[in-house]
């Protein structure tokens, strides 16, 4: 039985900002040290790309993530394949899945009906966020819809009583009016409802960890979850980052110089910066880890195996 006198651990932020710091590999962590995981995926486009996805959910699920997402493409151009994509997971596989949802292009009521028909699948886990508008123009509400992330966490506690996770960004977004403003929204999507936050990737730890000491500042005691994105085509992840507004170190593009042509190497280096990134981060107390598979395994797991991560083997 739980000691009711035992003091209660303090919140999840406060935890890894003034926990104990590991170094070093190799390390052995207990197994209730082992940092949680989540994967992201996209919803498969063609069948070559299907049996991709599948291949790659496979092999991680192992790993036992506590949770696994599914994007939902620009304007909702996804939804049919994204709920495909998660009802799949929910019936093939022991993963919980989450449902990217966004607010573009669509009114409160057709948002509310994708929720709802999540729900009644048995998702009970959304990542909401607000889109973006098609290249070249500028984000503007759909009438009647959900106008930001956080408008859209609301009427989805009010659908039904969903976990939510929402994006965060430690460079700042880039239509945000300024650092402060972006890190008020963050908080007013956490007010409405949601119950961790996502980061977009980053290639510079200490801009994360600076961003996690404002969060603490501004009141914010949910995980702030990094999202790591394991690199092994350079000049794709330097163009991704330039629409995303994800800084690209110069360190980063120097690593990668000459092997163009030499794709074991690129993953190879691939492989040591994330794993640098995540034991950087483990180091600063960091015990939780959201990656951006791109459907890919194998860095992902090599990154996650470092972490501690191992196979479990589901209990008949
Ligand atoms: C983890 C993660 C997963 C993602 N998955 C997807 C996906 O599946 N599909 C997809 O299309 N995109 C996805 N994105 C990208 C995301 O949709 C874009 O970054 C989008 O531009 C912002 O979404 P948001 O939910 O952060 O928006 P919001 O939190 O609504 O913020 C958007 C901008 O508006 C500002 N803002 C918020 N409220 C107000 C207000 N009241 N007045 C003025 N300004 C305001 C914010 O500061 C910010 O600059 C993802 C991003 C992340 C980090």
């Not at 007010?191 to 200490?206: K, L, V």
């Not at 801009?207 to 790591?228: E, K, Q, S, W």
């Amino acid at each position: 039985m739980d000691d009711p006198t035992a003091t209660p651990p303090p919140p999840t932020l406060q935890r890894w900002l003034t926990g104990p710091r590991h170094a070093g590999l190799p390390m052995r962590l207990a197994e209730h040290q082992v940092p949680a995981l989540s994967f992201e995926f996209f919803p498969p486009r063609t069948e070559a790309l299907e049996q991709q996805l599948w291949s790659c959910i496979q092999r991680l699920a192992p790993l036992a993530p506590r949770f696994v997402s599914v994007t939902y493409g620009a304007g909702g151009s996804t939804q049919a394949r994204t709920h495909a994509t998660v009802t799949r997971i929910l019936r093939d596989t022991n993963l919980t899945p989450a449902a990217h949802l966004t607010c573009v292009g669509a009114t409160r009521d057709e948002v509310d009906a994708v929720a709802r028909q999540y729900w009644d699948a048995g998702v009970r886990h959304i990542v909401a966020l607000r889109g973006d508008a098609p290249p070249g123009t500028v984000y503007e509400p759909h009438p009647g819809g959900y106008a930001y992330a956080a408008d859209l966490a609301a009427g989805l506690k009010r659908v039904a009583d969903f976990e939510i996770s929402v994006a965060a960004y430690p460079e700042t977004h880039p239509g945000a009016v300024s650092p402060d403003a972006d890190l008020d929204n963050l908080k007013r999507k956490l007010d409405a409802g949601a119950t961790r936050a996502i980061t977009q990737y980053f290639f510079d730890s200490a801009i994360y960890l600076r961003f996690l000491d404002r969060c603490l500042a501004a009141g914010i005691t949910a995980p702030i979850v990094p999202g790591i994105m394991p690199v092994s085509n350079f000049a794709q992840a330097a163009r991704f980052s330039a629409m995303c507004g994800a800084s690209v170190p110069a360190w980063l593009g120097h690593l990668f110089e000459q092997i163009d042509d030499d794709a074991d190497t690129r993953r190879m280096i691939g492989a040591v910066v994330a794993a640098e990134q995540v034991r950087l981060l483990q180091a600063n107390g960091v015990d939780e880890f959201h990656f951006y598979t791109l459907n890919r395994p194998d860095l992902t797991y090599a990154i996650a195996h470092l972490l501690g991560a191992r196979p479990v083997t589901p209990k008949s």
